[in-house]
């Protein structure tokens, strides 16, 4: 299967971003993708709580959802809507995940579950401030495959991939939005761990770039194979136009890493 992780440089006006997704998912579908990844927060990017509620509440559902429905539908492929904001409980949003398949249905839902809070080098980050954290591992039945969904900041905890390790996921979506600092210095590391850990695909569509707001973000987006190479990533990590990342994904890969080093057979618990 043909796989594209879309990289953009995200910014508050939602009908530019879209029309940015537009492209570059015509792009992966020329080229043969049958499932296509976007990034956090793909349709709107701003650190304004009330237009980041008027998102939520309004654009989300009347343009948001409705548009990512007719791109699976019109290029005949799933779309894994990285993460846009939802509404919560009272006066939070969620961080969420929403997933449409190839005739335009929307078949799974993933809340971020592990919230971003840190005092970083470039600036501090509180996303439990605003946002509700999801509580359920979703995996998603892709045909032969399963497809185990997370957020971002979750890269960071293993046992959410080994969850879906052990229900039989062979590919783990990383929608993201990492920072430069932590991004320098964790992003490949952990995307690959978890590929190497899990004997399973990595796909990781990233935000680059500089963001209205001030944020800035690492990019390289990435594809990691079951034993822990980078069969694809971001090449301009200036581009801010944004960049379609492909790789062809192939069951015997997972089937044969497995089956040569069966450590997922060797769990202990203690
Ligand atoms: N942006 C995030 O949610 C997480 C991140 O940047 C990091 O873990 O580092």
Not at 104 to 122: N, R, S
Not at 167 to 186: D, E, M, R
Not at 195 to 209: M, P, R, S
């Amino acid at each position: 299967m043909r796989v594209a992780c879309l990289q953009l440089s995200s910014g508050d006006r939602v009908e530019a971003n879209l029309a940015v997704v537009s492209a570059l998912l015509d792009e992966a579908a020329a080229k043969g993708a049958k499932l296509a990844l976007l990034p956090e927060m793909f349709a709107f990017f701003h650190p304004d709580d009330d237009r980041k509620r008027h998102f939520a509440e309004v654009l989300a559902r009347q343009v948001v959802l409705p548009f990512l429905a007719d791109q699976a539908r019109r290029h005949a492929l799933t779309l894994i809507g990285g993460s846009l904001l939802l509404p919560g409980e009272g006066e939070l949003l969620r961080n969420t995940c929403v997933v449409f398949s190839a005739d335009g249905e929307q078949v799974a839902l993933y809340d971020k579950i592990h919230l971003f809070d840190g005092d970083l080098p470039d600036r501090s980050y509180h996303e439990s401030a605003r946002i509700q954290p999801g509580s359920q591992p979703v995996v998603l039945d892709l045909e032969d495959w399963l497809v185990g969904l997370s957020i971002c900041y979750d890269l960071r905890f293993p046992e959410l991939y080994r969850h879906y390790a052990a229900l039989g996921a062979q590919l783990l979506c990383i929608p993201s939005a990492f920072t430069v600092p932590t991004g320098q210095a964790h992003w490949e590391l952990l995307l690959r761990a978890r590929a190497v850990e899990n004997q399973a695909y990595v796909l990781a569509a990233a935000q680059i770039g500089r963001h209205p707001g001030g944020r800035e973000t690492f990019g390289h987006s990435m594809i990691v194979d079951p034993w822990g190479l980078v069969v694809a990533q971001a090449t301009n990590q200036r581009a801010t136009e944004g960049e379609v990342v492909l790789a062809d994904i192939d069951l015997q890969r997972v089937h044969q890493v497995r089956k040569q080093l069966p450590a997922l057979t060797h769990r202990r618990l203690y």
